[in-house]
């Protein structure tokens, strides 16, 4: 079962600095990410949404390819692949797109708004969705982050949370005043 960790962040840029941290560690093995999105929230108070996973254009990139396969395969009955193959791809590249735009992946996006309207301007949020991790090795490079982070929500057990909140608590005080 996955769980999830929203953090908060003082500065725009900071989320987005959290997400890269994160994805270093899950190239060492530490860290293996369901969803993550970076949520920024401007000056006007407008939220904006960077997902990590782009459907739209996963779903099109694969309806391409299936719409000219199938296409090519139509058309051969057609006696003209090469028309079968273009409508194909037209028609499977849009289907996907719009199926990818429709559909939803990992982190509720409704959850994400609603919890992003509670954002200060100026400041960003970390939604992460995460299957697994090594809670020592990923704490103890928490301690290292420049940004100042708070826990702003998670489905971790109490001990994990307050052990969570502790390390960016004692990271926080550890760094200089930006």
């Known amino acids: 079962m996955s769980d999830l960790v929203v953090l908060g962040f ?4 900071d989320a987005t600095l959290a997400l890269e941290e994160c994805r270093k560690l899950q190239k060492e093995y530490l860290l293996d990410l369901e969803d993550a999105v970076v949520v920024v929230r401007d000056a006007e108070g407008k ?19 299936s719409g000219g396969f199938w296409g090519v395969l139509v058309g051969l009955l057609c006696l003209n692949p090469l028309a079968g193959f273009v409508a194909g ?4 590249a849009g289907a996907g797109a719009l199926a990818g735009k429709l559909s939803d992946y990992g982190i509720d996006d409704n959850f994400i708004r609603s919890l992003s309207e509670t954002i200060p301007p100026n400041t960003s949020a ?9 809670p020592e090795k990923v704490l103890a490079d928490l301690q290292n982050f420049k940004g100042h982070a708070r826990v702003l929500q998670t489905s971790l057990s109490p001990e994990s949370e307050a ?11 550890s760094q200089p005043a930006a």
């Open 10 to 13: 003082d500065h725009t840029n």
């Open 47 to 65: 939220v904006h949404l960077h997902q990590s996973i782009n459907l739209e254009k996963a779903g099109a990139s694969w309806g391409l390819f």
């Open 89 to 92: 791809s037209v028609v499977g």
């Open 126 to 134: 970390l939604f992460i969705l995460v299957r697994k991790a090594q």
């Open 163 to 173: 052990q969570l909140k502790n390390v960016l608590e004692k990271a926080a005080v």
